[in-house]
């Protein structure tokens, strides 16, 4: 290229091709130098070529200078990359593992408490009245009801006070909801017999709208601990958070298996009082050692701006209103949000009766599948969102979040059909049943898939001071359209009218 006059080597490979280059990533000279897209990363006497450079001669607008203007060397000089644009460059960061620990620790905590006393509280309620599923239906369709009326205000509320108070306040009220719904329980197990009607009635009701209070207060602390802190511990780095969410689901969704299982031994060895006991024993307990890791993160020197960068709303356009208000401000920040129908989509997947839920399995049972083929095939469900959890990481990473998402959205759908097409074909009861359940079985890798990408739109896309809002909205609706399917299952009850 010299011998014929050219100026340089990227004159010879031409400018659009320099330029193309340019966009990928930054070119990396040496080992010591490595990824300098950030002016923070990049070494006050290195340039963005990797090169020394004299600081006397870089001008103080090299930073934003396009490649098409080039320097006083004639080579091209290599933009600043936008890091949410382009996911090779990262935000210098301290060592995240000890933040990762800790954040992994308090969700080991609550979820295990979590997961024991949502599987238990239904059957404790079946035993006070074991001719009837009347109380556990009640239940479920409180428990939706209130999260869907209350979860949006509460998610406007957390973006208007600190993450400590509302990691503390959530976690205290869950807890405290959980000991009073527990002993409510305890003591009508304990005197079911000598209670008039009105009295058992009354305790009941109480019972059931504590329990509906300690999912509020569940919401609220996986909010504050899956979004605020995740978001603000990665200062939103792609891959980082990532991982970290992959990490926590992993978590919940290990728990989501064990838990209920030791839960069911309690019942079938100790009795429900045994059971009832150890889960609010468990949780109460628990709630020292949780806040103490939310407390240690926090005041760690090392991670001293995920406190600014948690910072509630500077301006409270609604601080002196009432719930309505709260209530309309928290909607309308959801549906101004660019992921708003990502959002919907993903809520929409709960008006279903394709899942190892309280229609499906009763169905399946009526089919003639034993509660033990029941169980194996639920777990190996969940092994399935499991695996989901360890792909999702090389997978952003390969492809990026918008083609995770839509593989795992379409590949759920294409399970979900192999699944109906023993009904459509008219296989046999037999096979076209183990066919729904396998497809179901496979569809939790692209459900689960899907979930974790939506949940990184929200925490990458929403703006920090709105994060809570459209989380708790978004909580708010999925639990809206799981009523809906309690009131349409409850309408369409027997097992013929299943599909």
């Known amino acids: 290229p010299f011998q014929k006059g050219l100026a340089s080597p990227i004159a010879f490979r031409g400018v659009g091709k320099a330029k193309a280059k340019l966009r990928r990533r930054p070119r990396r000279r040496n080992a010591s130098n490595r990824r300098f897209g950030t002016k923070e990363m990049r070494p006050r006497n290195v340039g963005y070529d990797g090169f020394p450079r004299d600081m006397a001669e870089e001008p103080p607008e090299a930073s934003t200078r396009t490649s098409e203007e080039g320097d006083a060397c004639g080579r091209l000089e290599e ?13 210098e960061t301290p060592n995240l593992k000890q933040g990762f620990a800790m954040l992994y620790v308090a969700r080991f905590l609550s979820a295990w408490g979590e997961r024991m006393w949502e599987f238990g ?88 709208l504590c329990g509906a209070g300690s999912s509020l207060g569940s919401v609220g602390s996986k909010i504050c601990l899956e979004k605020k802190l995740a978001r603000a511990l990665t200062r939103s780095d792609s891959r ?84 309505f208000e709260n209530y309309m401000e928290a909607w309308k920040i959801y549906f101004s949000q660019d992921i708003c129908k990502a ?38 469900g969940a092994a399935f969102g499991i695996l989901a959890t360890l792909s999702l990481s ?31 074909l008219g296989m046999g009861a037999v096979v076209s049943t183990h066919l729904l359940v396998v497809g179901v079985v496979l569809s939790r890798w692209g459900l689960w898939t899907f979930d974790m990408v939506v949940t990184q739109l929200i925490q990458e ?35 013929s009218q299943f599909w």
């Open 394 to 424: 090389p997978m952003t990473h390969k492809l990026g979040l918008f083609w995770t998402g839509t593989i795992g959205v379409y590949m759920q759908l294409v399970c979900l059909l192999i699944g109906v097409v023993g009904v459509l």
């Open 240 to 323: 980082a958070l990532t991982k970290l969410n992959a990490g926590l689901r992993r978590i919940d969704l290990s728990c989501k298996i064990i838990a209920p299982g030791v839960a069911g031994l309690l019942l079938t060895h100790g009795g429900p009082k045994i059971c009832v006991l150890f889960i609010v024993t468990w949780n109460v307990a628990m709630w020292f050692p949780e806040i103490l890791c939310i407390h240690c993160l926090l005041k760690k020197e090392e991670y001293s701006y995920v406190v600014d960068e948690c910072k509630p709303r500077a301006h409270h356009t609604h601080s002196n209103s009432g719930h």
């Open 121 to 208: 509280i239904a059957l404790l309620l079946y035993q006070l009245r074991p001719q009837t599923l009347l109380l556990p239906s009640v239940f479920g369709l409180v428990d939706s009801a209130t999260i869907s009326v209350f979860g949006s205000v509460v998610g406007s509320w957390m973006d208007k006070v600190s993450v400590w108070n509302c990691f503390l306040s959530s976690v205290a009220f869950q807890n405290a909801m959980v000991l009073l719904s527990g002993g409510l329980i305890f003591i009508l197990l304990q005197m079911s017999h000598n209670l008039s009607h009105l009295m058992f009635v009354l305790l009941t009701s109480l019972a059931i």
């Open 461 to 495: 896309k929403v703006e920090k001071e709105n994060l809570s809002a459209v989380s708790g909205a978004q909580n708010s609706l999925q639990n809206v359209l799981q009523l809906c399917f309690y009131l349409t299952s409850s309408v369409l009850s027997h097992p």
């Open 79 to 91: 933009p600043l990359l936008d890091r949410t644009e382009v996911g090779e460059v990262h935000v």
């Open 343 to 380: 959002a919907l989509s993903l809520a929409l997947l709960f008006y279903t009766v394709l899942s190892f839920g309280s229609v499906m399995v009763p169905y399946l049972y009526s089919r003639g599948m034993t509660e033990a083929t029941l169980g194996l095939y639920r777990g190996v």
